[in-house]
């Protein structure tokens, strides 16, 4: 049966979702494992309790964020030295989680864990997740429409609020302010686009003076480096249309076709990055994220487009020279009516999964090691300082928030009056190939060797044949 089932999903990746290698800032190049399986004397009582819940399983979870390896694994460590429950820890290589995933669940020993990137993600996996609609995992979940539902069942649950935006060094912001005749007075003023073009332009002329290379870091448009505009980006003006046609993002038919209404809108800030940015537009296929997150800590640039998972990549760059408390973010400004009451892009896409093919027992003990992370002092610790999550579980009071600069932009934005965040409908983007072919296009037109028709033509053709393509 097993093998069946695999069969069909070697097929169904070249159709269906992979992955985002991308949400976060995808660093490690090479698949890490390590399992732990020294067994402690002793246990907390809240280790206790797992261990009697996890009876004699194992736990193999299979993570797809690279930048995230070393915490999970320290956190797999510590709770086999409390519990005595074996941990594996599989991290698949930048871009890669689909086809690491494919091979790994084709073992006899497959993952317990995995993660699906949304409804996309779902579908493409759905025969192996078990219903989740008992555990107490679920239980604390705070908002439960944050689940991935299914009739009456519950197959995938987000473990992190996260939210991206503009990047901005504020010590530079405030420089220019200073300036002569800057076109803003203050970041306050920044609430739409023409003001943002305005002012980002002021800057490059005065970037000498300002003691930058350009107003934004490097448009990485490498392979599997692009996923900032062919999925974040990309996000926004899929956001405005189907807010304007009022979409039903649950249905396959609602979101099988779109006309990119919002096309020019696009053009606007990504024509904005790329004639402001440090590189010369030649250079942008060979420019990776690490790159452009590399310019901005050295503060080489003013701003970057990125979300809260990135702050790690801001301080522990050698050299960097960017203070915590001037690290700020902007929304993604495009020139859209009554944009400036819009907020960051904050959602989730991101869910656990349990394999219902696993034994009773291993999913009793994957149950139970969620459960200790999200609910017991410990693993709440690392889940907040190691993994700078922002938890979306009841557990967690007002203080067991990330205390990263970002994370704090993300939380305070989401909670200003006035203000809506963008959703994160890039969930239900029609593919890995859609994205990728977007991608592509993006850097053809970034060196001049395609034209922006071209470009919004391919958008529209191309998710309505992968949408079909995965409906088949």
Same mark, same amino acid.
């Given at each position: 049966? *097993?093998? +069946? %089932?695999?069969?069909?999903?070697?097929?169904?990746?070249?159709?269906?979702?992979?992955?985002?290698?991308?949400?976060?800032?995808? !660093?490690? %190049?090479?698949?890490?494992?390590?399992?732990?399986?020294?067994?402690?004397?002793?246990?907390?009582?809240?280790?206790?309790?797992?261990?009697?819940?996890?009876?004699?399983?194992?736990? $193999?979870?299979?993570?797809?964020?690279?930048?995230?390896?070393?915490?999970?694994?320290?956190?797999?460590?510590?709770? !086999?030295?409390?519990?005595?429950?074996?941990?594996?820890?599989?991290?698949?290589? +930048?871009?890669?989680?689909?086809?690491?995933?494919?091979?790994?669940?084709?073992?006899?020993?497959?993952?317990?864990?995995?993660?699906?990137?949304?409804?996309?993600?779902?579908?493409?996996?759905?025969?192996?997740?078990?219903?989740?609609?008992?555990?107490?995992?679920?239980?604390?979940?705070?908002?439960?429409?944050?689940?991935?539902?299914?009739?009456?069942?519950?197959?995938?649950?987000?473990?992190?609020?996260?939210? $991206?935006?503009?990047?901005?060094?504020?010590?530079?912001? !405030? *420089?220019?302010?200073?300036?002569?005749?800057?076109?803003?007075?203050?970041?306050?003023?920044?609430?739409?686009?023409?003001?943002? %073009?305005?002012?980002?332009?002021?800057?490059?002329?005065?970037?000498?003076?300002?003691?930058?290379?350009?107003?934004?870091?490097?448009?990485?448009?490498?392979?599997?480096?692009?996923?900032?505009?062919?999925?974040?980006?990309?996000?926004?003006?899929? $956001?405005?249309?189907?807010? *304007?046609?009022?979409?039903?993002?649950?249905?396959?038919?609602?979101?099988?076709?779109?006309?990119?209404?919002?096309?020019?809108?696009?053009?606007?800030?990504?024509?904005?990055?790329?004639?402001?940015?440090?590189?010369?537009?030649?250079?942008?296929?060979?420019?990776?994220?690490?790159?452009?997150?590399?310019?901005?800590?050295?503060?080489?640039?003013?701003?970057?487009?990125?979300?809260?998972?990135? $702050?790690?990549?801001?301080?522990?760059?050698?050299?960097?020279?960017?203070?915590?408390?001037?690290?700020?973010?902007?929304?993604?400004?495009?020139?859209?009516?009554?944009?400036?009451?819009?907020?960051?892009?904050?959602?989730?896409?991101?869910?656990?999964?349990?394999?219902?093919?696993?034994?009773?027992?291993?999913?009793?003990?994957?149950?139970?090691?969620?459960?200790?992370?999200?609910?017991?002092?410990?693993?709440?610790?690392?889940?907040?300082?190691?993994?700078?999550?922002?938890?979306?579980?009841?557990?967690?009071?007002?203080?067991?928030?990330?205390?990263?600069?970002?994370?704090?932009?993300?939380?305070?934005?989401?909670?200003?009056?006035?203000?809506?965040?963008?959703?994160?409908?890039?969930?239900?983007?029609? +593919?890995?190939?859609?994205?990728?072919?977007?991608?592509?296009?993006?850097?053809?037109?970034?060196?001049?060797?395609?034209?922006?028709?071209?470009? +919004?033509?391919?958008?529209?053709?191309?998710?309505?044949?992968?949408?079909?393509?995965?409906?088949?």
């Amino acid at each position: 049966m *097993k093998t +069946s %089932k695999i069969l069909k999903k070697v097929t169904a990746i070249a159709l269906t979702a992979a992955m985002v290698a991308g949400l976060a800032a995808c !660093t490690q %190049k090479a698949a890490t494992t390590t399992t732990t399986t020294a067994a402690a004397a002793d246990t907390t009582a809240a280790a206790a309790d797992t261990t009697a819940a996890a009876g004699t399983g194992k736990v $193999y979870f299979l993570n797809f964020k690279p930048e995230q390896d070393e915490a999970y694994q320290a956190i797999a460590k510590k709770y !086999t030295e409390a519990t005595g429950v074996p941990v594996t820890v599989l991290t698949a290589a +930048s871009g890669t989680y689909e086809e690491t995933l494919t091979a790994e669940m084709a073992k006899s020993e497959a993952p317990t864990i995995f993660q699906v990137n949304g409804p996309v993600g779902y579908a493409n996996w759905k025969e192996y997740c078990a219903d989740l609609s008992g555990s107490e995992i679920y239980s604390h979940l705070t908002d439960k429409s944050l689940a991935i539902t299914d009739g009456t069942g519950v197959y995938g649950i987000p473990f992190a609020i996260e939210g $991206y935006g503009i990047i901005y060094n504020n010590a530079i912001m !405030t *420089k220019y302010f200073a300036t002569t005749d800057p076109k803003a007075k203050s970041m306050d003023e920044i609430n739409n686009f023409a003001t943002l %073009k305005a002012v980002v332009e002021d800057m490059t002329a005065k970037k000498a003076e300002l003691g930058i290379q350009g107003v934004f870091a490097s448009t990485s448009l490498a392979t599997g480096e692009d996923w900032r505009w062919q999925t974040h980006l990309l996000n926004v003006p899929i $956001y405005y249309e189907f807010q *304007k046609n009022k979409t039903d993002l649950g249905s396959a038919e609602g979101t099988a076709k779109i006309t990119f209404e919002y096309g020019a809108n696009f053009k606007n800030i990504f024509d904005l990055y790329l004639d402001n940015s440090v590189s010369d537009k030649s250079l942008l296929g060979s420019i990776n994220v690490n790159d452009s997150m590399a310019e901005f800590a050295l503060g080489q640039c003013a701003m970057v487009q990125n979300g809260n998972w990135a $702050y790690g990549q801001v301080s522990g760059v050698d050299g960097n020279t960017v203070q915590a408390t001037d690290v700020k973010m902007l929304p993604i400004y495009t020139g859209v009516d009554g944009e400036e009451s819009q907020g960051l892009c904050i959602g989730t896409e991101n869910y656990f999964c349990i394999n219902k093919d696993a034994s009773a027992e291993d999913q009793a003990a994957s149950l139970a090691f969620l459960t200790w992370l999200y609910t017991s002092d410990e693993g709440k610790t690392a889940v907040v300082n190691d993994l700078g999550f922002i938890a979306p579980f009841d557990t967690f009071s007002d203080t067991e928030k990330p205390t990263d600069p970002l994370a704090q932009e993300v939380l305070a934005w989401a909670a200003k009056d006035g203000i809506t965040s963008v959703a994160w409908n890039f969930t239900v983007f029609p +593919s890995q190939t859609f994205k990728d072919d977007v991608g592509a296009a993006l850097l053809s037109y970034a060196q001049g060797q395609m034209s922006w028709d071209d470009v +919004s033509k391919l958008v529209v053709d191309e998710w309505a044949t992968e949408k079909a393509n995965t409906a088949a």
